[in-house]
């Protein structure tokens, strides 16, 4: 999540704020590969270029931050191609609005209006795709944990069927159901992020 945030929202407002230009062809190209490939293709291609071919990162387990890079980049490269165009999208729908202008107007820097008065403006997609996508992670991410031998949630619930055990089936699903209906809760962060929505 923490890689597809520093990445993808930073990909959608620089292309957001240079339509047309280099940087959004690189966010629009990024975007479709990530959406385009499957995660665990993803993986297997992490693993041969960064660990068979050049050894940088160990290919599978657990142990330190090292471990966490190649299953961080896998997993996250769909929801960086999302975030960079939900974030593109609603970043041009509010840099053509009115009180933009009048913050340009004003004389304010140009990475004042974008970041303070766009950007805050832009959130609520934003927001929204973000919770979706921790819902994704937590379930979603079965595959990615078989690949990189990742001891998760995932791996532990698809055990636990094959292995019959139905108190842990259970617990997995009430576990998941919680998160799923806490992460659905986004929309109180809606207020904090946009003065108009309390309103």
């Given at each position: ?46 693993i041969l270029v960064v660990s068979v071919m050049l ?130 809760l986004t929309d109180l962060a809606y207020a904090k992020a946009d003065p108009r929505?309390?309103?």
């Amino acid at each position: 999540m923490a890689f597809a945030v520093a990445t993808g929202i930073p990909l959608g407002v620089l292309s957001a704020r240079y339509p047309g230009g280099w940087v959004d062809r690189i966010a629009s190209l990024v975007a479709y590969l990530g959406v385009s490939f499957p995660v665990y293709w993803v993986g297997l291609v992490l693993i041969l270029v960064v660990s068979v071919m050049l050894r940088w990162l160990p290919p599978s387990g657990y142990g330190g931050l090292r471990y966490l890079v190649l299953p961080a980049l896998a997993l996250g490269s769909r929801s960086v191609a999302f975030l960079s165009r939900v974030t593109r999208s609603a970043m041009l729908d509010v840099l053509g609005s009115d009180f933009v202008r009048t913050a340009r107007a004003k004389g304010l820097s140009e990475r004042a209006v974008v970041l303070h008065h766009a950007l805050r403006n832009a959130l609520i997609p934003i927001l929204t795709v973000l919770g979706l996508d921790v819902g994704y992670y937590l379930t979603g991410s079965i595959l990615t944990e078989t690949i990189f031998s990742w001891p998760g949630l995932g791996r532990y619930v698809v055990n636990a069927i094959s292995r019959r055990d139905l108190p842990a089936i259970q617990g997995s699903v009430l576990f998941l159901s919680v998160v799923f209906v806490v992460v659905n809760l986004t929309d109180l962060a809606y207020a904090k992020a946009d003065p108009r929505v309390t309103l």
